[in-house]
């Protein structure tokens, strides 16, 4: 068994170091872990095996830790990669006890001031949680792999096959420390002749609903797809509304057709990615006027289990031509009724039914202009990328320049993704490693549940968004092209390295310490579980995926 106090200990000091994504705290924390394992005897003899890495043009100069482990029981190829992540996000919600934040002794006592609901108030007292910035998420789940690579790497000689730690920068803001890190894991697979068979991450796992006492492992991942619409409507004087198309009216219809519609869930195995729900939604008019809105623009975050980026899009282009079509109707109807009662003439407004994609909108335009719009594209995008953009407002702009140059100015709808894209990872036991990982883990937790008092649960998809997505990617080329062609910013300010996650290209797990209020100032770890049960079932995770 790993050293519960020593999990303990790492947690509280990880906790204590400050490391909000974007900070210099980052930095901090990477140079704790590494300090950390350069101290043990295995890294003394091999210092080779561990490094600070730098991530890609980062300006605040952030790092990840990099350690490997080698066995020396016979020779084996075979390796498991840990991952976790080093940065939190921010303190302000605590208030005015943001000071304790990351302190969980000092916190402790200033959250006995506050007022808090039962359920946290008898974890306060119970002695049984530790509270604090981070510490559920996910410096818990750092400190037990930080605690796996020593017993492991004094144990090296009873070790075959091999173990790569990973301690990640940037989780909680753009996965860059992962995003970093694949190249490496490829560059190390090269040089030190090992086989990836899974990747293991101990990010948070906690409660689904009020009352759940069941302790959730995760053979697999949710994905994330972020799609935009821009849609451009048909401007009027407000005192002719019916000779214009309003872009609200359009937007608002998309919205009410793809926000929580369960029929865009992806449904496997008995779990359901949560619907899309809306992330922006606004007009584009930045003036007052009487002239009615012709731009708006939305976007949703789109969970995945199954659907890949060309499914996603025949979906939403499907969704948005019935948003389309029932606005028309709308409009019409309306319409007709305002003639009857003025004593108008009716006539059947002249608008159709469009809905296009990125690459079919790009098509269009090339076919009208040549290589000409390449040009006008490239100074725009030389402006924005001048003016540092968010990256959802970069692509919106490409779109609406692009549609600028475009002969036809009927309403229309423009389909397109916006970064970040995760892809989703389900583990089906189609190969050998998917096959090895499930058994390893279903062993585990069984030897789990025959000593510990727990309802265990292993599920498919770990719910949240995290850095094991960047561990597989679709393979079919359709999938793939269809995210990059439909996305304006890809390679100029957003990209994946596809080749090497490809090159990698394993399942993954998830088995996190048990706790509460991620993100929230009631943030906290249970003691019991995670600094006893869930390093166990890690650890015999790790060796059962090694073994053979």
Same mark, same amino acid.
Request: charged share 30%; proline share 4%; aromatic share 10%.
């Given at each position: 068994?790993? *050293?519960r106090?020593?999990i303990?200990?790492l947690?509280?000091?990880?906790?204590?170091?400050?490391?909000?994504v974007?900070?210099?705290?980052?930095i901090?924390?990477?140079?704790?872990?590494y300090?950390?394992?350069?101290?043990?005897?295995?890294y003394?003899?091999?210092?080779?095996?561990?490094?600070?890495?730098?991530?890609?043009?980062?300006?605040?100069g952030?790092?990840?830790?990099i350690?490997?482990?080698?066995?020396?029981?016979?020779?084996?190829? &075979?390796?498991?990669?840990?991952?976790g992540?080093?940065?939190?996000v921010?303190?302000?919600?605590?208030?005015?006890?943001?000071?304790?934040? %990351?302190d969980?002794?000092?916190?402790?006592?200033a959250l006995?001031m506050?007022?808090?609901?039962?359920?946290?108030?008898?974890?306060?007292?119970?002695g049984?949680?530790?509270?604090?910035?981070?510490?559920?998420?996910?410096k818990a789940?750092?400190?037990?792999h930080?605690?796996?690579?020593?017993?492991?790497?004094e144990?090296?000689?009873?070790?075959?096959?091999?173990?790569?730690?990973?301690?990640l920068?940037?989780?909680?803001?753009?996965?860059?420390?992962?995003?970093?890190?694949?190249?490496?894991?490829?560059?190390?697979?090269?040089?030190r002749?090992l086989?990836?068979?899974?990747a293991?991450n %101990?990010?948070?796992?906690a409660?689904?609903?009020?009352?759940?006492?069941?302790? #959730?492992i995760?053979?697999?991942?949710?994905?994330k797809?972020?799609?935009?619409?821009?849609?451009?409507?048909k401007?009027?004087?407000?005192?002719?509304?019916?000779e214009?198309?309003?872009?609200?009216?359009l937007?608002?219809?998309?919205?009410?057709?793809?926000?929580?519609?369960?029929?865009?869930? /992806?449904?496997?195995?008995?779990?359901?990615?949560?619907?899309?729900?809306?992330?922006?939604?606004?007009?584009?008019?930045?003036?007052?006027?009487?002239?009615t809105?012709?731009?708006?623009?939305?976007?949703?975050?789109y969970?995945?289990?199954?659907?890949?980026?060309?499914?996603v899009?025949?979906?939403?282009?499907?969704?948005?031509?019935?948003?389309? !079509?029932?606005?028309?109707?709308?409009?019409?109807?309306?319409?007709?009724r305002?003639?009857l009662?003025?004593?108008?003439?009716?006539?059947?407004?002249?608008?159709?039914?469009?809905?296009?994609?990125?690459?079919?909108?790009?098509?269009?335009?090339?076919?009208?202009?040549g /290589?000409?719009?390449?040009?006008?594209?490239?100074?725009l995008?030389?402006e924005?990328?001048?003016?540092?953009?968010?990256q959802?407002?970069?692509s919106?702009?490409?779109?609406?320049e692009?549609?600028?140059?475009?002969?036809?100015k009927?309403?229309?709808?423009?389909?397109?993704?916006?970064p970040?894209y995760y892809?989703?990872? #389900?583990?089906?036991?189609?190969? *050998?490693? *998917?096959r090895?990982?499930?058994?390893?883990?279903?062993?585990?937790?069984?030897?789990?549940?025959?000593?510990f008092?727990?309802?265990?649960?292993?599920? !498919?998809?770990?719910?949240?968004?995290?850095?094991?997505?960047?561990?597989?990617?679709?393979?079919?080329?359709?999938?793939i092209?269809?995210?990059?062609? &439909?996305?304006?910013?890809?390679?100029?300010?957003?990209?994946?390295?596809? *080749?090497?996650?490809?090159?990698?290209?394993v399942p993954?797990?998830?088995?996190?310490p048990?706790?509460?209020?991620?993100? !929230?100032?009631t943030?906290r770890?249970n003691?019991?579980?995670?600094?006893?049960?869930?390093p166990?079932?890690?650890?015999?995770?790790?060796?059962?995926?090694?073994?053979?």
């Amino acid at each position: 068994m790993l *050293e519960r106090e020593l999990i303990r200990q790492l947690t509280v000091e990880l906790t204590g170091i400050k490391s909000i994504v974007g900070t210099p705290g980052e930095i901090r924390v990477a140079e704790k872990i590494y300090d950390f394992l350069k101290g043990l005897d295995y890294y003394v003899k091999h210092p080779d095996y561990l490094m600070l890495s730098d991530l890609k043009e980062d300006a605040l100069g952030r790092k990840n830790v990099i350690a490997l482990l080698k066995g020396e029981k016979g020779y084996s190829r &075979n390796t498991v990669i840990l991952i976790g992540h080093i940065d939190t996000v921010g303190v302000d919600d605590y208030g005015n006890i943001r000071e304790y934040a %990351t302190d969980p002794e000092r916190l402790k006592e200033a959250l006995r001031m506050k007022e808090l609901d039962e359920d946290t108030l008898k974890d306060l007292e119970s002695g049984d949680w530790l509270f604090g910035r981070g510490i559920f998420d996910m410096k818990a789940g750092v400190a037990t792999h930080m605690a796996l690579m020593k017993k492991l790497s004094e144990n090296v000689h009873q070790l075959e096959g091999n173990v790569v730690f990973l301690a990640l920068a940037d989780e909680e803001g753009n996965s860059t420390g992962m995003l970093s890190a694949v190249d490496e894991l490829v560059r190390l697979a090269e040089s030190r002749d090992l086989e990836y068979m899974a990747a293991v991450n %101990t990010d948070y796992m906690a409660p689904r609903f009020p009352g759940d006492d069941r302790r #959730y492992i995760y053979i697999g991942t949710v994905g994330k797809i972020l799609p935009c619409f821009y849609i451009y409507g048909k401007e009027t004087h407000v005192g002719q509304a019916f000779e214009g198309l309003d872009a609200n009216l359009l937007a608002a219809e998309i919205l009410k057709e793809v926000d929580l519609a369960f029929d865009l869930c /992806d449904i496997v195995e008995n779990e359901a990615s949560v619907p899309p729900i809306s992330l922006s939604q606004r007009d584009l008019k930045s003036v007052y006027s009487v002239q009615t809105v012709n731009e708006a623009y939305l976007y949703f975050n789109y969970s995945t289990h199954s659907s890949q980026p060309d499914e996603v899009l025949a979906k939403l282009k499907a969704k948005a031509e019935k948003a389309f !079509k029932s606005v028309l109707n709308k409009l019409n109807d309306e319409y007709r009724r305002y003639c009857l009662a003025t004593g108008l003439p009716y006539r059947e407004l002249p608008w159709e039914v469009q809905v296009l994609t990125f690459e079919e909108l790009y098509s269009a335009v090339r076919a009208e202009m040549g /290589d000409n719009i390449d040009e006008f594209l490239k100074k725009l995008k030389e402006e924005l990328l001048r003016q540092n953009p968010d990256q959802r407002i970069y692509s919106l702009q490409v779109v609406r320049e692009l549609h600028r140059h475009w002969s036809n100015k009927n309403p229309v709808v423009i389909l397109f993704f916006a970064p970040p894209y995760y892809p989703h990872i #389900y583990v089906k036991g189609e190969n *050998e490693k *998917e096959r090895k990982l499930l058994e390893a883990v279903n062993e585990a937790v069984a030897h789990a549940s025959a000593r510990f008092p727990y309802r265990f649960e292993i599920k !498919k998809f770990y719910p949240y968004i995290s850095d094991l997505s960047y561990f597989s990617v679709p393979e079919k080329v359709e999938a793939i092209s269809a995210l990059i062609n &439909n996305m304006p910013g890809w390679n100029e300010i957003y990209s994946l390295p596809i *080749e090497s996650i490809q090159k990698i290209n394993v399942p993954v797990v998830n088995i996190g310490p048990y706790g509460k209020d991620a993100h !929230k100032f009631t943030e906290r770890v249970n003691i019991s579980y995670s600094f006893e049960v869930m390093p166990e079932i890690l650890e015999m995770t790790v060796k059962l995926l090694l073994e053979g």
